[in-house]
């Protein structure tokens, strides 16, 4: 199945990459690259992800790594990466660009 990232998505990783490599910029670029594994992967599990709870749309779904939610609408063609943020904040579905 297809991924295709969001506009705000790549943002997202663009903020997060600014924010580690203030202190580290090599595990900057590492744990971005991480970030876009994962997130492609999305492709080969589109279910591995647990729904969104705070959401609770069974299309939109996340997954974690470390303390970062991917969050993604899986459609039947495709997966789209809706967004990427720090696992402790919680997010409204008017957040989200699908």
């Not at 970030?35 to 279910?47: F, I, Q």
């Amino acid at each position: 199945m297809k991924v295709v990232w969001t506009s705000v998505a790549i943002e997202k990783l663009d903020e997060i990459e600014r924010f580690i490599a203030q202190d580290n910029p090599k595990r900057a670029s590492e744990f971005i690259d991480t970030l876009l594994e994962k997130g492609d992967s999305m492709g080969l599990y589109p279910d591995s992800g647990r729904v969104v709870p705070e959401i609770s749309y069974p299309e939109i779904r996340e997954v974690f790594v470390c303390n970062y939610r991917i969050v993604y609408h899986r459609t039947p063609v495709r997966i789209e990466i809706l967004t990427v943020f720090e696992g402790h904040r919680s997010i409204r579905i008017d957040e989200l660009e699908h």
